[in-house]
């Protein structure tokens, strides 16, 4: 689905009391007071806080940020509320979100500074995405849907305990209020959810009604003559599609199979979700297999379509660098990053950033000069800056999420498994020697390469379709000439934390060496010798090496890596075996319950663990997911199966 790019608000602080939104010639807030418009429409029209009282989570749908005070208005009374819910997901969706400057002076004198801090704190790059913020250790969750109503009514999957209707008035945003968006409420509405809006305009009311909500209208805010309140109650419940059902909702316990970077971000991220975990690993301790190389990057990607490929990385890179805020130290992390640009000259690059809207925070078209001033190497042409990308240890980014985890999660090293078995509603796990390792009501499988051959045994052709990338690595120590931020674009360069640094990668399939190679060491060296115009000492290293002479290339790293034919990862649940139904739509396939995959991750495990593991602990609890459906549809492990069962589909011959 194609994006549109975001257009920040502009507002009027002519009036400090009341701010204005000059395109829609309206207020953000009722000059009587932001918060208390929130607390007297939205929280206590929705009776708010006593429906959270108890639960382990509740969820609230807004339809215009606004401001924030929605959110910081709810975030207070949840602290406040000594029976709150377990955890607290706010969504909301803005067309004009402000930008960090304009939101700081919004708040500026802010009743609740601590909150807005944190807020302006968090505050994401306005890219067309969805944007989890977390607060709170995760208790409370902002996922904040910067783009148009209609598409993110059409995107989100969650199910909502409570809506917020606060676009600006009908008269003058009449696509916030339309029968389209209202009757896409019903479609998201919990059982028992309930409305609140400042407004009583017919068409929200009569809106409200056809999407299967009873209203009525209650006393105003300040001068408002009456606000409108509204429960779900339909004739008929919706039924849920069978894909989107959660895979175990019910799960307190998860063994996850493979410790590397996926494996401990699923750990984590079930934690986050309330569900203890044991990692299973056959090797002796965390990242020590493909996770295991001693630096790596992330970053965002960009294409003139803004498709699949660059929404998604962009979203997860977004998501790993907010994730990097809260989590434990790093032995070292460098921030930024940047890409050559390889088929573009510096104004089409600059036209490009200008078609897409994409904010200078996420991504940036710099001169070949400027990129070399910045790097302080004397590199062959323009390049992109990705100043939330970067580069870090692998191995220490694992061990970071296994210790946010906490006491939640468990390890066996050492552990191979060798067989798995489907038990009723639960799963047993088998050594070579048929020995029982242990039984789990929720398995992850998170292996990488090494647990092909287990997702073989439970989904042999989708097992089949993915590729084994051998990868060398090599070490340069001392040498000389360094980047000062990572470098990719003609391979990659990322300087050590002494005098050398790191630079690669090579990529071959079906290579099972596991030596070091000089063949592949001069490759690498190769591409740092384009990257960075060093030719002539390069040269002059590469025959160092064929006479023997290996002083400064101190060893290097191969590893092995899990591959889909389309280069994006593997998320979500597998097929029941037997089912034969409809096969257009991933969201309509049944899922095999207490299963769920998070891997095939490529190169791209540090910046895609946070946001797949995410996704599946949602997908995984019925929480809402953090991710858009059509980018969860193309994370399916069923997409293949689909476009299989589209390309055989016979065709219908006319009369």
């Known amino acids: 689905m194609k994006t549109q790019a975001i257009i ?40 708010l806080p006593e429906r959270w009282a108890g639960r382990p989570r509740f969820v609230i749908l807004e339809t215009g940020f606004g401001l924030g005070h929605n959110f910081l208005a709810t975030w207070e009374a949840w602290l406040q509320d000594p029976a709150r819910c377990e955890q607290l997901i706010f969504i909301s969706i803005e067309k004009h979100p402000l930008r960090q400057a304009d939101l700081a002076q919004a708040h500026q004198s802010s009743p609740l500074p601590e909150l807005s801090a944190q ?11 969805l ?26 999957v969650a199910e909502v305990d409570a809506f917020y209707l606060d676009g600006f008035n009908p008269s003058s945003n009449a696509e916030m209020w339309d029968g389209h968006v209202l009757k896409a409420l019903g479609r998201r509405a919990a059982a028992g959810a309930t409305a609140a809006s400042w407004s009583v305009a017919p068409q929200v009311r009569e809106g409200l009604m056809a999407a299967g909500f009873s209203q009525e209208r209650q006393r105003g805010f300040a001068n408002k003559g009456g606000m409108c309140v509204a429960r779900y109650q339909p004739r008929h419940q919706a039924q849920k599609p069978a894909g989107r059902e959660p895979l175990a909702p019910k799960a307190q316990h998860a063994f996850i199979l493979g410790a590397g970077l996926a494996g401990a971000a699923c750990a984590w991220a079930l934690a986050g979700q309330g569900i203890a ?55 070292w992390h460098q921030q930024g990053l940047l890409r050559l640009e390889q088929a573009r000259a510096l104004e089409q690059m600059e036209a490009l950033l200008a078609r897409l809207g994409l904010p200078p925070d996420y991504v940036q078209a710099l001169s070949r000069a400027e990129a070399a001033a910045l790097s302080g190497l004397d590199l062959p042409g323009p390049a992109w800056f990705y ?24 390890s066996r090293y050492n552990c191979r498994v060798a067989r798995i078995e489907s038990v009723g509603a639960s799963w047993r796990l088998w050594s070579a020697e048929d020995k029982l390792i242990g039984e789990t009501e929720l398995l992850v499988l998170a292996g990488g390469h090494e647990g092909q051959v287990l997702l073989a045994q439970l989904a042999p052709e989708l097992a089949a379709q993915l590729s084994v990338l051998r990868g ?43 030596q070091l190679r000089l063949a592949d060491h001069q490759r690498n060296l190769a591409q740092w010798a384009e990257l960075s115009k060093q030719a002539g000492a390069v040269t002059g290293l590469e025959a160092g090496l064929e006479a023997g002479l290996e002083s400064q290339l101190q060893g290097g790293r191969v590893g092995w890596r899990l591959a889909t034919p389309d280069r994006l990862p593997l998320v979500g649940g597998l097929p029941l075996p037997d089912y034969s139904g409809r096969q257009d739509q991933a969201r309509f396939i049944p899922r095999q319950p207490g299963l769920a995959l998070c891997t095939a991750m490529g190169s791209r495990g540090i910046a895609w663990a946070a946001l797949c593991a995410q996704v599946m602990a949602a997908q995984v609890t019925g929480a809402p997911v953090p991710l858009e459906a059509s980018l969860l549809d193309a994370l399916d492990p069923v997409r293949f199966a689909l476009r299989t069962a589209r390309d055989t589909r016979p065709e219908t011959v006319a009369d």
């Open 8 to 47: 920040p608000a502009e507002v009027d602080f002519a009036d400090p009391a009341a701010p204005r939104a000059p395109a829609f010639d309206d207020v953000y807030h009722s000059r009587a007071g932001a918060l208390a418009q929130s607390r007297h429409v939205f929280l206590a029209g929705n009776q």
């Open 119 to 129: 807020l302006l704190e968090a505050w994401p790059p306005l890219t067309p995405n």
């Open 131 to 156: 944007h989890r913020l977390v607060f709170d250790g995760g208790a409370v969750q902002l996922l904040l849907c910067l783009g148009d109503v209609h598409r993110w009514m059409r995107e989100l």
């Open 277 to 331: 975990s044991t990692l299973i690993d056959a090797r002796p301790g965390p990242a020590q297999a493909a996770s295991g190389n001693p630096g790596g990057l992330y970053h965002g990607t960009l294409n003139p379509d803004d498709g699949l490929h660059a929404r998604f990385n962009r979203a997860a890179a977004l998501a790993t660098a907010h994730t990097l805020r809260h989590l434990p130290g790093l032995p």
């Open 387 to 410: 100043p939330a990308g970067g580069a870090l240890p692998p191995p220490a980014f694992a061990q970071a999420l296994l210790t946010a985890a906490g006491p939640a999660v468990n």
């Open 472 to 514: 060398q690595l090599s070490h340069l120590s001392p040498a000389g000439i360094r980047p000062r931020l990572p470098v990719a674009g003609l391979g990659y360069a990322i300087a050590d934390t002494d005098q050398g640094l790191w630079c690669g990668a090579t990529s071959q399939a079906a290579d099972t060496e596991p």
